[in-house]
């Protein structure tokens, strides 16, 4: 079993950034890829950000040139500077890792959420 802890969600204003972390532990053998996902009131959850362990990323439309992914990968942990924010970007973001175990193989993972809001 593997536990995603988030944290850096906030309140900002429009134009201003913050930085989301999110540290995986537990049973690791492999982290194969981690990111992010956000979901606003009434909308679906959507991706915004992932990264592979090789490096590999993939972004929202929304999000490209304004986030970016990052990760540590013997903390197995994963960064999201998000830059010139927006009131779109306001959402709960929720922390993903596909994580390998040598009991289970590879299952995906979820943190908490934590909240950003962006205010006009």
């Known amino acids: 079993q593997a536990q995603l802890v988030a944290s850096g969600g906030g309140l900002v204003q429009a134009g201003g950034s913050l930085r989301l972390s999110c540290a995986a532990s537990?049973?690791?053998?492999?982290?194969?890829?981690m990111g992010w996902y956000r979901q606003a009131p009434g909308r679906q959850r959507e991706l915004v950000a992932t990264?592979?362990?090789?490096?590999?990323?993939n972004y929202a439309d929304s999000v490209k040139g304004r986030f970016t992914i990052s990760r540590d990968n013997a903390k197995n942990t994963v960064y999201l500077p998000m830059n010139s924010l927006k009131p779109e970007d306001t959402a709960v973001y929720y922390c993903?890792?596909?994580?390998?175990?040598?009991?289970?193989?590879?299952?995906?993972?979820w943190g908490q959420g934590t909240q950003v809001t962006v205010s006009s």
């Open positions: 993903w890792a596909s994580i390998y175990g040598l009991q289970y193989g590879s299952r995906d993972y």
């Open positions: 537990g049973s690791i053998f492999r982290t194969n890829a």
């Open positions: 990264i592979t362990s090789g490096g590999s990323t």
